[in-house]
């Protein structure tokens, strides 16, 4: 009694080598483009071409929580007294969108310049006056809303 080895695996292993063949033709198509050029006119059309900076979440992981996170704790009153100073902060980091993401996904660059204006207002004020720090940030949320 001897056993079938090939398992009924026949007509899959085929497959898989043809879709590798079809994949291989395709990434050698690619290869043989050297010098490609975007088609889109930007100088004519006024586009604009927008890069985010690069995330690294690594980054965003200390910019958050180690960075602003420990400035609004050491700053900002806890409880409802200073929830509307957390919340235009979040605001800010969502370029001024009350609804939608949260604050701690939005990018690095968005995070060092809320820490930047964090940092210029405790040295301006020396952490007392925090109706000019939701004032700074309530300011700044109303122009990203425009």
């Known amino acids: 009694m001897e056993k079938n080895d090939s398992g009924g695996n026949g007509p899959r292993i085929k497959k898989q080598t043809q879709l590798s063949d079809e994949l291989k033709k395709v990434l050698e198509e690619a290869e043989k483009i050297v010098n490609f050029e975007p088609t889109f006119d930007f100088e004519h059309t006024g586009a604009k071409i927008i890069l985010p900076a690069i995330q690294n979440p690594d980054d965003a992981y200390e910019l958050y929580y180690m960075s602003l996170g420990k400035l609004k704790r050491a700053f900002i009153p806890k409880g409802k007294t200073g929830q509307p100073v957390r919340d235009e902060i979040n605001i800010y980091l969502k370029r001024g969108k009350e609804k939608g993401a ?4 939005s990018y690095t660059h968005m995070m060092r310049e809320a820490i930047n204006i964090f940092l210029n207002w405790a040295n301006e004020y020396n952490g007392e006056n925090i ?4 004032l700074t940030f309530h300011d ?4 990203a809303q425009k």
């Open 140 to 143: 700044l949320n109303k122009e």
């Open 102 to 105: 949260d604050g701690r996904q």
């Open 131 to 134: 109706m000019d720090l939701y």
